[in-house]
C-alpha cells in the first residue's frame, strides 16, 4: 500500500469538495477501491445525545447496522473506549457483531474533535491478519482530516 499516495488523494477529496457527505463518501471509496484489503469502508458518527452510533457514509454492501449502541461490537466498544480496536480475526472476538459471514477481519480509529471522540472509521476486511501499521497511521491521518470539518450536521439527534 502506498500510504503517501493515499494521504495525498485524501488531502485532495478534503480540500476539493464542500459537501461533507460527498466528502465522507469520496474518501470511503478512495479508501475500498485503492486499498486491496479494504472490503467494506464507511463512517459511524455519534447519534445526538444518544448513547448510540448512527451510520454516515459507507462503501461497500449494505449493512444492517445503521444504529449501534455503546459498548456493542467493536465499534460501540471503541465509542466508549476511545481508542483504535484492530481484530485481526473475528473468530476470536466475544463481543463482535457480524456484519456477513465473509468479514475475517475489522479496524475501527476514532474521530476526535476538540478531545471528544465524536465517530469513527470502520473497516472490514474478508482476509484474516491483514491489518499492519501502514493501516493504523493512515487511517488515523483520515480522522485527522476528517476531524478538520465541520461535522455538527453529522452528530445532532436527527433519528
Known amino acids: 500500500m502506498d500510504i503517501s499516495l493515499r494521504k495525498k ?14 466528502i465522507l463518501q469520496k474518501i470511503c471509496d478512495e479508501l475500498k477501491q485503492n486499498v486491496p484489503h479494504y472490503d467494506w469502508v464507511g463512517f459511524y458518527f455519534k447519534n445526538g445525545n444518544k448513547n448510540e452510533l448512527k451510520l ?15 459498548g456493542k461490537g467493536i465499534c460501540g466498544q471503541v465509542a466508549i473506549s476511545n481508542e483504535n480496536f484492530i481484530v485481526q480475526d473475528v473468530s476470536e472476538q ?5 456484519c456477513g459471514y ?20 470502520d473497516i472490514d476486511s474478508h482476509t484474516i491478519n491483514p491489518f499492519t501499521k501502514k493501516d ?18 453529522l452528530t445532532e439527534d436527527n433519528c
Request: glycine share 4%; net charge negative.
Open 102 to 121: 465473509r468479514v475475517k477481519s475489522e479496524i475501527v480509529i476514532p474521530v476526535f474533535v476538540n478531545g471528544e471522540n465524536i465517530g469513527q472509521i
Open 136 to 153: 493504523t497511521e493512515l487511517l488515523e491521518f483520515v480522522c485527522q482530516e476528517v476531524a478538520k470539518l465541520n461535522l455538527l450536521s
Open 94 to 98: 466475544d463481543n463482535y457483531i457480524s
Open 9 to 22: 488523494n485524501i488531502i485532495n477529496i478534503v480540500k476539493n469538495n464542500s459537501a461533507i457527505e460527498l
Open 56 to 70: 454516515a457514509q459507507f462503501s461497500g454492501e449494505p449493512t444492517n447496522h445503521t444504529i449501534i449502541p455503546f
